[in-house]
Nanobody, 126 residues
Framework: QVQLVESGGGLVQAGGSLRLSCAAS????????VAWFRQAPGKEREFVAA????????YYADSVKGRFTISRDNAKNTVYLQMNSLNPEDTAVYCC???????????????????WGQGTQVTVSS
């Protein structure tokens, strides 16, 4: 069974940084892409970033491009999201997710993901 556990969220001032971690259990983690999504109160869940199974390819939403960096350490079964230059619009619950299928390009919409973590809250104060 696949389990994903996020950590690293918290309260930070605008302009600050946070590093989120997504620790996975279960076999074959290193053979799947992983993505981060976020959901703010009253808003739909949105794609943030994804990384291929090898870490060689990364994908970002336009709203975070240049500020966020996704990476992974397959030896530790962990995916990271380094978030810099945070602003109040980044406030949300951040969840990591693993797709149900191995695809050449990870999906950028939630239905493509069958395994989700419980999420970690990120709050950016102005």
């Amino acid at each position: 069974q696949v389990q994903l556990v996020e950590s690293g969220g918290g309260l930070v001032q605008a302009g600050g940084s946070l590093r989120l971690s997504c620790a996975a259990s279960g076999r074959s983690f290193s053979t799947y892409a992983v993505a981060w999504f976020r959901q703010a109160p009253g808003k739909e869940r949105e794609f943030v970033a994804a990384v291929s199974w090898s870490g060689g390819s990364t994908y970002y939403a336009d709203s975070v491009k240049g500020r966020f960096t996704i990476s992974r350490d397959n030896a530790k079964n962990t995916v990271y999201l380094q978030m810099n230059s945070l602003n109040p619009e980044d406030t949300a619950v951040y969840c990591c997710a693993r797709p149900t299928q191995r695809l050449s390009r990870p999906p950028t919409t939630a239905p493509g993901y069958g395994y989700w973590g419980q999420g970690t809250q990120v709050t950016v104060s102005s």
